[in-house]
Each structure stands twice: as C-alpha cells, then as structure tokens.
C-alpha cells in the first residue's frame, strides 16, 4: 500500500495545518504524523535516525523489506474508497526522495508549500531550539544546523520533483497566500488531487500553535541535556525490537520535553526579532539559492517575500 498523495515540505511552512484540512475532507485521509520513509537514512534530515552498533553504522533503511511493511502498516487504518495522503516535509530537502518516489508510487502527486525562505529558517531555528537541538544562537547555528539553510534552499529540489514526476503531478501552495485566502488555495489542492471542493468555514483550520521560550538564554542552557536526550525522540520510529536502553532514554525525553512545555515555552511570540545584519545577509544568500524559482513556479516572489531577489 502506497499513498495516493504526499505534502512533501517544506517545515514550518504551514503544512501542519494543510494536512489537518485535507485529513477532514470525507473522502480523504491522510496517515497521522510525518512518516518520514523516502529519506529515513539521509543524514542530514534525519540524523537522529543514524546509530552506530558498536563500531558499525546502523541505519534505516528504505528498501529493507521490514521498513517497508512498517511503512505500509502506518496506512493500515484508513478507510475504504478514500484518497490516501502522508505528510513528510523533509523530503523536499533530500536528494534521494524524488527518485525514491517515482520508483515506489509512480502515481502519486505531491504537494508542497513554500514560505520566505529567510522567515522560514529563523522559525526553524526556534523549532531546533524549542525541541531540545540546538545550543546555539541564531547566528552560530546558521553555519552548525545545515537543515536551517537547506530547509529554505527550495529551487533545486523543486526542479529534481517537477523533472522526476512532471508537473502534473506537483502542486505548489505559498504559506503566504494560504494564511490570506485558506478557501482560494484549499480549492487549488482539492482540484489538484481530483476531490471535491470542500468549504474551509465548515472545518477546523488551525493547528498547532507554537510556543517560544521567555528567555532564549534559559532554553540555551537547559538544551545542554536536552540534546543528549532528543537523539532518542525516534527511536521507534519504523523500527522492530528496541533496545531497553533506548526505550527508556526515549521515555525520558519525552518527560523532559513535557517539563520545556509546560514551564519554559510559555509565550506567542519568539523573545527576540532577528538581528538586520543576518536578515540582509540571509535575504542575499536564499535568494541565489533559489535563483530561478519565480520562473519555476510562475509567481513574482518579490510580491511575497521581502528582499527576495530571483
């Protein structure tokens, strides 16, 4: 069993909440959580998935037949005569998944959504930050955290998809235009995967709201323990028999990832705005990243993300 349709990135774009529209459509259903399949032994997506057996490197790997029934078994709940859909936003990211795609589900059709590459990163930042991955402020990460600047790198990637599926099967949404007309772009995604249109104002359209730390300085400190145990938040994930060990280091996390919640991510908005020096330097260096993507996707990004050049 293999998906019908794939929200396939990027993060903190907005595909959380895309995925719960489409999860209410009656004749869709999309498997919950991010699956994380297509690109489970790419290091620099996923390396946590990455262990090591002593002295040898254990990895997750896609075409193991086990992974692939683990894969399959996320989809085992949904119901008949329906559009079936995961949601994995790193695979725009990864330099394998298109091809892996294309292999294993030649009829899928994926759907991404872009943001302003630089906004898009500042809020990864935070993600890295709330979830226990990084020490580093914003700056220093830049050059630590290489998803932060390849999770904003869309152009490539986008172009490997559009050649491997072709552009019928690839269908791109703005974070922006989504916050500004829910109901304009919702109608492009249901017509893009052959579903009826579906009222916004008839379904819950909101999902996952972030919390920031009061003080950065106190998650910074904290994150000291919080990495060491984060390397376990997937220890499960597409996996058989887990080591006691790692069951229990797992365990661990998650009550220390509640604690974060419950006393330090306390606030709506991020402690501190980013510094105009790095804005300037990030607006340059995404867009020649992206050059090109305007034309790829026949939108003037310039009209939606600020000091955005190509």
């Not at 490539?156 to 007309?181: I, M, T």
């Not at 994930?237 to 790692?246: A, N, R, Y």
């Not at 090109?292 to 600020?306: M, N, V």
Request: charged share 25%; with cysteine; proline share 6%.
């Amino acid at each position: 069993m293999t998906p019908d349709f794939i929200i396939g990135g990027a993060p903190k774009c907005g595909t959380t909440s895309l995925h719960h529209i489409l999860d209410q459509h009656p004749d869709a259903w999309v498997a919950p959580n991010e699956l994380y399949f297509f690109d489970a032994d790419d290091p620099v997506a996923h390396g946590d998935f990455l262990e090591m057996d002593g002295d040898d490197l254990s990895w997750r790997d896609p075409r193991d037949p086990a992974i692939q029934a683990r894969y399959e078994q996320r989809f085992s709940e949904a119901p008949p005569d329906r559009l079936i859909g995961e949601d994995t936003t790193t695979y725009l990211m990864s330099d394998v998944a298109a091809f892996r795609i294309k292999t294993t589900a030649p009829d899928v059709k994926v759907i991404f959504m872009l943001r302003d590459p630089v906004a898009r990163a500042f809020s990864q930042y935070w993600h890295l930050l709330r979830s226990g991955r990084t020490t580093l402020s914003f700056e220093r990460a830049l050059s630590r955290e290489p998803s932060i600047i390849l999770g904003s790198t869309y152009a490539p990637r986008l172009r490997v998809f559009l050649d491997a599926l072709g552009p019928r099967r690839v269908h791109v949404v703005l974070f922006e235009e989504f916050k500004k007309d829910k109901q304009r772009v919702m109608d492009g995604v249901t017509e893009f995967l052959g579903l009826s249109p579906m009222s916004v104002d008839a379904v819950e359209t909101w999902h996952n709201r972030t919390k920031y730390p009061a003080k950065a300085q106190t998650l910074l400190r904290l994150n000291h323990v919080g990495r060491i145990l984060v390397r376990h938040r997937y220890a499960r994930h597409l996996k058989g028999d887990i080591p006691w060990s790692s069951r229990l280091a797992h365990k661990a996390y998650r009550r220390w990832f509640r604690f974060i919640s419950r006393r330090i991510l306390t606030e709506d908005h991020p402690p501190s705005d980013m510094r105009a020096k790095t804005r300037a330097y990030l607006c340059q260096h995404l867009s020649d990243r992206n050059a090109g993507l305007s034309e790829l996707i026949g939108k003037d990004l310039s009209q939606y993300w600020p000091g955005f050049l190509q």
